[in-house]
């Protein structure tokens, strides 16, 4: 066989490797990825290029990639694994990365991690990772996208590490010359705590339609983030029903834009939220009637875990409900977001905690942000 048909035939296999799901894609038939490749695993290594402090306890590695690394999507994030006391560990990120940190182009990515009381990887991370260490990343993922049509204005809301995404759409969307008022809206609990604060405030001086607006939960300068208290700043400029709205946050806080931007006619809403929302929200209780005094019977739906013949009430959601039962359900980021923990439903009705809707019959499911209404059947 001549090189150009082996070529073509590495290339071929690449091809059909590139459509596996993460877990069972090898790199075997890429072999400038091999060289990231270390011990008996095959997974994407990137280098840390650069660590960039953001604020006291936020701090950014922007990554080169194996050579093959897809190109990503600005909301978009990456699992990223680390081995603590020999225990491989994933948690995900949003890219941050799009022109000045982190390109497509040079084949870069950004990852910026916030340090969590208590986190195992962001704190590894901070502790153990400087330029030149390698870790091991995932292909981007993920539905979070900004809008792909240009539009005459969007909303932006964000608070604490909930900005990274956020940013990186804000970013994308200057760096394709999008004409539209870019508004900006973030909370954080001081002006030093705001992660990106002097990239913003120079987006701000370089974009005359890039305009930015923090809001603070400490101090002096206190002054809580709302959906009405972004909106009076803008004066009925916004046409509701043209404009995009993008969120992520804490559970909380992002339900409480949804919920009040829906009530104003906002229709192009798109949340990404970094904890779920404390349980039950009212968001989702919007079926219970004005008064009830009752628990709706939904909320002790009922799940039956068919390989391992249990059954059990689930009060939160099917992820909690299974490990109660004492099974062990894969699972990465319990929000949402990664889709490990993704299972057959066969049968009966479940609501997303997220987004509010129901679905019935044979179907996939996210287990941890899905609750039975009434009963439901799951493989697993
Ligand atoms: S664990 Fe990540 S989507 Fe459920």
Excluded at 27 to 33: C, I, R, W
Excluded at 228 to 239: G, P
Excluded at 335 to 356: D, M, P
Excluded at 359 to 373: F, H, K, N, V, Y
Aim: glycine share 8%; net charge neutral; proline share 4%.
């Amino acid at each position: 066989m001549n090189t150009a048909n082996q070529t073509q035939l590495f290339d071929t296999f690449r091809y059909f490797e590139s459509l596996l799901p993460d877990f069972a894609r090898t790199g075997l038939f890429n072999p400038a990825a091999q060289r990231y490749v270390r011990g008996s695993t095959a997974r994407p290594m990137a280098t840390v290029v650069e660590r960039r402090q953001e604020t006291a306890d936020t701090v950014s590695f922007v990554l080169k990639t194996p050579v093959n690394y897809p190109d990503y999507q600005p909301g978009q994030h990456v699992d990223v694994a680390v081995e603590i006391n020999g225990v491989r560990t994933v948690r995900q990120y949003s890219l941050t990365g799009i022109d000045g940190r982190g390109s497509i182009k040079d084949k870069t990515i950004s990852v910026t991690v916030k340090r969590a009381a208590g986190g195992k990887v962001s704190n590894y991370l901070h502790e153990h990772i400087h330029a030149g260490a390698q870790i091991e990343i995932s292909n981007p993922r993920g539905d979070f996208a900004m809008p792909t049509t240009d539009r005459s204005a969007y909303l932006f809301f964000s608070a604490g590490s909930g900005i990274t995404p956020i940013y990186a759409m804000a970013c994308a969307l200057l760096a394709r010359g999008a004409s539209g008022d870019i508004y900006f809206f973030h909370a954080a609990k001081n002006r030093h705590s705001v992660i990106f604060c002097e990239a913003l405030r120079g987006l701000a001086t370089e974009f005359k339609n890039f305009h930015h607006y923090f809001f603070y939960s400490e101090g002096a300068e206190t002054n809580r983030l709302s959906a009405a208290s972004a909106l009076a700043l803008l004066q009925n400029t916004v046409d509701s029903s043209q404009t995009p709205v993008r969120i992520c946050g804490a559970g909380d806080f992002v339900r409480s834009i949804e919920n009040d931007l829906k009530e104003m006619r906002y229709f192009d809403i798109q949340s990404e939220y970094y904890t779920l929302p404390k349980w039950p929200s009212e968001g989702l209780r919007s079926d219970i009637p004005v008064g009830a005094d009752q628990e709706p019977s939904w909320l002790h739906g009922t799940a039956r875990f068919l390989r391992a013949g249990i059954e059990t009430k689930v009060a939160t959601n099917l992820l909690e409900a299974a490990e109660a039962a004492g099974l062990k359900p894969k699972h990465g980021c319990r929000r949402g977001i990664c889709h490990e923990c993704k299972a057959h439903k066969r049968n009966g009705i479940v609501k997303n905690i997220l987004t509010g809707k129901e679905s019935a019959g044979s179907e996939d499911i996210q287990l941890c942000i899905t609750q039975p209404m009434g009963e439901v059947e799951i493989d697993l």
